[in-house]
Every structure is written in C-alpha cells, then in structure tokens.
C-alpha cells in the first residue's frame, strides 16, 4: 500500500462519516505497534511525529523508519508532521518525505496566522504534501505540562471562532482545520465539558475536515459526538503512552515477583504489544476498522 496524504485519508473519512487516528510516535516499537494495529483492524492510519519530540529523536534519524515501515503496510498510511512552528523544520519534514504538515499558527494573531500558513501551504502544494492549520487554544501545550491543572477561561477568549475560521478558510488553502472547543493536550484530570454547539457552526461554515487534539481518555460518547459533528482526524497519544507505561510496570514487576530475569527485548515485544492493543481498542471507536 502506497503512502498516502492527509488529503486522501480524510476525503474518504469524510465521505463515510468516520475519524482517523494521528498516533504520535517516538520509536520503533510505537511505529510498529501501530501499523500492527491498523493492519488487524483493517483501518488507515496516521503516523505522527511532533515537533517537540525532536529533543527525544532526530527528525533525519526517524523520518526514513517511519517512511519505511509506512511504505511497508498493508493499509493506507499518511506520514505527518504534528504542531510544526519553525519554518525550517515543517520543510525539513516535507524534503524528507512526509506526506502532510501541521503548521501551527495558533498562537498568532489571526492575520499572521493566515500570511504564515499560506507561506508553508505554497511551498507543501508545489510538493504534493497536505497542509492542517490551527485555530483557537487547544489547553495546555503540546508535549508540556501535562499533569497541570488547566486555569480558569472564558471558552470565548480561547475556542475556535466560528466566524474567524470561516474568514481563515476563505484566505487559505488547508486540508484539515484543528479547532478548539474543550480538548486539552495530555490525560485529563477532571471530566472535559465540550462545546459540540460550536464544533457543528465550525463545520457548517467551513465544510473542511476538522481535527481534534487532546484526544486522549475521554469517553467514548465524546469521541462520537465529536464525529458527528465533524471531526475527521483525531490525535490520540498521552493515553497510549500512560497505557503501555502501565503495562510494561505490572510485566516487569510480575517477573521479579516470580523471579524471573527481564530482559530488554521482552520489554520491547510487550511495548509493541501494548501499543497495538490500545490502538485497535482506538480505532474501533473512530470508525475507521474495516475502513481500509
Ligand atoms: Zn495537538
């Protein structure tokens, strides 16, 4: 199965009412989890790689595994740069092969947005590569403070505007709009209230394929409601990475209960294992089994 853009995955996810999964990823156990899951579930799938993981990985070093384990799967596979800011890594990314970019715009000023969006979409469409932009705060940040509480706001100063998304689509050429309207990035402490009225206007105005970030851990209902309403990609990775973290604590300590040795390519088969597991469990929800 060839590589695919985001523009493909979500034409068909658009035309059959479901969502994508956008798992980020951070090693290969995590890429092959993930293709091992979207195989067993018959589902496309989104390989995502986050800007803020650089730190952990190299994008020179990650990019060819990820490009080649997609190349590789029996399903289709979009290769994406998550929550790109620097200019120069969102073309790093494109030059290396990813088929779709995230530029993210969203703290900017809405006219700054649009210029610097416009700016990566040119040069992603001369290259086949698909572009998703940001509107409004998506609480707390990507990658960071996590376990934070998330402070007091009005949902007016920080969700998006319908109406700004209308004028931001009409001044660019995007192929899937992140929005905020209640999702935070990381685990969610307390239950999450999302504003679904909002999510439906923005849909309704735009009739673009919306994305939700901050999609680990809320309730199913949540997850299909938000489908309904129009969410088409839906970035999933705290939850997997609390989920196989939690999992390979109680392997580990089953052996040393027993007194058995662990060794690390156990710990690596069981990630992978792991990762699988919660990735079908995902996908199932999303709609997108049998999909592909
Ligand atoms: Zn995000």
């Not at 999450?192 to 939700?212: A, C, Q, S, W």
């Not at 409601?225 to 939850?239: A, D, E, P, V």
């Not at 196989?244 to 052996?255: D, E, F, P, R, S």
Request: charged share 20%; hydrophobic share 45%; aromatic share 6%.
């Amino acid at each position: 199965m060839p590589l695919v853009t985001l523009k493909e995955l979500m034409k068909d996810a658009e035309a059959k009412r479901y969502a994508v999964g956008a798992y980020n990823v951070i090693n290969l156990e995590m890429i092959r989890g993930i293709i091992a899951g979207a195989e067993e579930a018959r589902s496309p799938v989104i390989l995502s790689f986050a800007e803020v993981h650089i730190p952990l990985v190299p994008l020179e070093v990650i990019a060819p595994i990820i490009l080649a384990a997609a190349r590789q799967a029996r399903i289709p596979v979009a290769v994406h740069l998550d929550h790109g800011q620097d200019h120069e890594i969102l073309i790093r990314a494109m030059q290396l092969g990813f088929s779709s970019v995230m530029f993210d715009g969203a703290h900017l000023p809405l006219e700054e947005n649009i210029r610097q969006t416009n700016e990566i979409s040119k040069i992603a469409k001369a290259l086949g590569v698909s572009v998703e932009a940001e509107l409004g705060k998506i609480l707390r940040p990507e990658g960071g403070g996590a376990e934070e509480e998330i402070e007091e706001y009005d949902p007016d100063d920080v969700y998006t505007n319908p109406q700004e998304a209308q004028t931001f689509i009409a001044h660019t050429d995007v192929d899937a709009l992140a929005v905020a309207y209640g999702t935070a990035h990381g685990v969610y402490l307390t239950e999450p209230v999302l504003d679904f009225e909002r999510l439906k206007l923005i849909k309704e105005l735009t009739g673009l394929p919306l994305v939700m970030h901050g999609g680990s851990g809320l309730d199913e209902a949540a997850y299909i409601t938000s489908i309904q309403c129009g969410i088409r990609k839906l970035n999933y990775y705290s939850n997997m990475a609390h989920e196989v973290a939690n999992t390979l604590q109680a392997k580990l300590a089953a052996n040393s209960a027993q007194q058995h040795k662990s060794y690390y390519h156990d710990i690596s088969r069981w990630a992978m294992e792991a990762v699988q597991q919660d990735i079908v469990r995902t996908m199932r929800i999303f709609g997108s089994a049998g999909q592909a």
